[in-house]
């Protein structure tokens, strides 16, 4: 069943034709108000979280190196001692979760910046679409 009230509700007056709203917006200006009407994107968010898992992806790479280094020549000396393969396990294990942070942070940068340019070009592509939309009543709006 149609209901004439809801329809308004939702979409507003027809005699102008419909004008569809944000459920998060309101007429007032309040809280929820749905911000100036144009659809605003920055891939600055994407392409820095990007940078930060790149950095990331680095540093667990200086971190594994240095940790490597840390430990040559211990077994030199102190053969024998079960703390050299307590020590030696502990090593690997560190070694193995470091290249895991690194294998992760070379995929997330990766998609990342996939995200970036596909969002790009998705506000690109909607912004053109929209150039040659006329609203019957309202002149012609060029952006």
């Known amino acids: 069943m149609f209901d004439a009230e809801r329809w308004q509700e939702l979409f507003g007056p ?3 034709g419909p004008a569809m709203r944000l459920a998060s917006a309101s007429s007032d200006g309040g809280a929820g108000s749905g911000g100036t009407g144009k659809l605003k994107y920055t891939k600055g968010p994407w392409t820095s979280a990007s940078g930060t898992a790149g950095d990331l992806w680095t540093r667990a790479g200086t971190s594994r190196s240095v940790l490597g280094r840390g430990h040559e020549g211990v077994e030199t000396g102190v053969a024998g001692l079960s703390s050299v393969a307590a020590l030696k396990s502990v090593l690997t294990s560190w070694e193995e979760r470091l290249q895991a942070v690194r294998d992760e942070c070379e995929q997330l940068k990766g998609n990342l910046l996939t995200v970036a340019k596909e969002m790009g070009e998705s506000e690109t592509g909607i ?3 929209f150039t040659g ?3 019957p009543g309202k002149a012609d709006v060029k952006r």
Do not use: G, N
């Open 14 to 16: 027809t005699e102008d």
């Open 133 to 135: 939309v006329h609203v």
């Open 127 to 129: 912004k053109s679409s």
